[in-house]
Structures are given as C-alpha cells and as structure tokens.
C-alpha cells in the first residue's frame, strides 16, 4: 500500500517539554527569534501510522528569513515527534551557539553539527568545569544511546512493513490460487454432471420420420 500523508496545519507550541523549555530559553539568549511554529505531517503506511513533525524559526531583523529543522526519524505519536523536533532544535542551536560564543547556560549541552548523527562537547575553562564536563558527557553519551536506539526502531520499523509486504503478497497469491483450483473444481463438476444426464437421456425417435436435412 502506497503511503500517503495528512497535513496538519501550523500549531502553537503547546504542551511544552523539557527540549522546548531549554529552547525558548536559549532564544531569549540569542535574542533575534520569534516564536517557533511547527507543523506535522502523519504517515499512513499499511497498518502502520507514524508522525513526522517540521518546525520553524523566523527571524526578527529587516528581512524575514526562516530556519526550519525536522524531526530525524518518525514517531509513532504526534507528543514525541514534537518532543523530538525540538530535541533536534535545541541540539543544532546548541552547535551554532559553539563558534558564536554564546555566554548562556548551555555551553556545555550536547550540540550536533549538520549532516551529523553523533552529539559533540565544546570545552569549558569554567571554574567548576569537570563538574559541568562530567553532567555534560552523560548527558551526551544519553543523547547519542537515544539516537541510536531510534536508528535501531527506524530498522525494525522496515523490517516489519517489509515482512507486512510479503505476508500481503503471500496472502493475495495464496488467495488466487484457491479461487483459481475452485474455480476449476465448480467447471469439472459442471461437466461431469452435464455429462451424466446427457447419459440418462433416452433415444426417442420415431422409425416413420424422415431424419432432419442437414
């Protein structure tokens, strides 16, 4: 079964969580976003449903321009797909933040670069740094265990529309093959029976009759 997908259109950020939180704080720090909007698209595929979710950051200058990033991989709920978009945010502005200096409270948040699966630390020369470095590299190694076991739920995802594919295929071949041998079945019952009261019919021709002109 072809996918096919349902807009859903731009919400407010509602029901924050705790990436959306540390987002809208980390804006305020920067200074130059509006509200984020975002916007998601549910994925039907077979028997299987899952959201994807895209959200969006407009600048406040002169000229209007718009960052958008989306959710990595699918979710099997509108709630995480959205806790996801804005896990995703914050990890990229965090890597932004990186080279720009940011003084904020994240300098030592996981951040991930573009194109990149894996979350990076930035050192810190903070008085309390092997503190913050400590709290940071479990926070990191948490993040990319997460990513990874996303990775591993994207695969088992396919295998299973997969399997549900040649299960469907098998199902409708199985399913002809039974309406091809009953319809043989029901033709050579027809036949068989026409033929026994073609067997049972007497011969009554009247000797006086001339037989019909060819």
Same mark, same amino acid.
């Given at each position: 079964?072809?996918?096919?997908?349902?807009?859903?259109?731009?919400?407010?950020?509602?029901?924050?969580?705790?990436?959306?939180?540390?987002?809208?704080?980390?804006?305020?720090?920067?200074?130059?976003?509006?509200?984020?909007?975002?916007?998601?698209?549910?994925? $039907?595929?077979?028997?299987?449903?899952?959201?994807?979710?895209?959200?969006?950051?407009?600048?406040?200058?002169?000229?209007?321009?718009?960052?958008?990033?989306?959710?990595?991989?699918?979710?099997?709920?509108?709630?995480?797909?959205?806790?996801?978009?804005?896990?995703?945010?914050?990890?990229?502005?965090?890597?932004?933040?990186?080279?720009?200096? $940011?003084?904020?409270?994240?300098?030592?948040?996981?951040?991930?670069?573009?194109?990149?699966?894996?979350?990076?630390?930035?050192?810190?020369?903070?008085?309390?740094?092997?503190?913050?470095?400590?709290?940071?590299?479990?926070?990191?190694?948490?993040?990319?265990?997460?990513?990874? $076991?996303?990775?591993?739920?994207?695969?088992?995802?396919?295998?299973?529309?997969?399997? &549900?594919?040649?299960?469907?295929?098998?199902?409708?071949?199985?399913?002809?093959?039974?309406?091809? &041998?009953?319809?043989?079945?029901?033709?050579?019952?027809?036949?068989?029976?026409?033929?026994?009261?073609?067997?049972?019919?007497?011969?009554? $021709?009247?000797?006086?009759?001339?037989?019909?002109?060819?």
């Amino acid at each position: 079964m072809e996918n096919s997908v349902v807009a859903i259109g731009r919400l407010a950020m509602e029901n924050p969580n705790g990436y959306a939180q540390q987002l809208n704080h980390l804006l305020q720090q920067l200074g130059f976003f509006k509200e984020p909007v975002y916007r998601g698209e549910q994925v $039907v595929q077979g028997f299987q449903k899952s959201w994807k979710v895209i959200i969006f950051f407009h600048f406040q200058g002169d000229g209007e321009e718009v960052i958008a990033f989306q959710t990595r991989h699918p979710r099997t709920t509108l709630e995480s797909a959205i806790q996801d978009v804005f896990r995703e945010a914050l990890l990229r502005f965090c890597g932004v933040c990186v080279p720009l200096g $940011v003084a904020n409270n994240f300098g030592l948040h996981p951040y991930r670069k573009e194109g990149d699966n894996w979350c990076h630390l930035h050192p810190t020369e903070w008085p309390e740094g092997s503190r913050f470095t400590l709290l940071s590299e479990l926070a990191c190694t948490t993040e990319n265990v997460y990513e990874q $076991v996303l990775k591993e739920l994207d695969e088992l995802r396919d295998r299973y529309a997969d399997l &549900e594919a040649r299960y469907q295929h098998l199902t409708l071949a199985h399913t002809t093959t039974l309406l091809l &041998e009953a319809s043989r079945r029901a033709r050579r019952m027809k036949y068989k029976k026409k033929a026994r009261l073609l067997r049972k019919l007497p011969l009554e $021709v009247d000797p006086l009759t001339p037989p019909p002109s060819p």
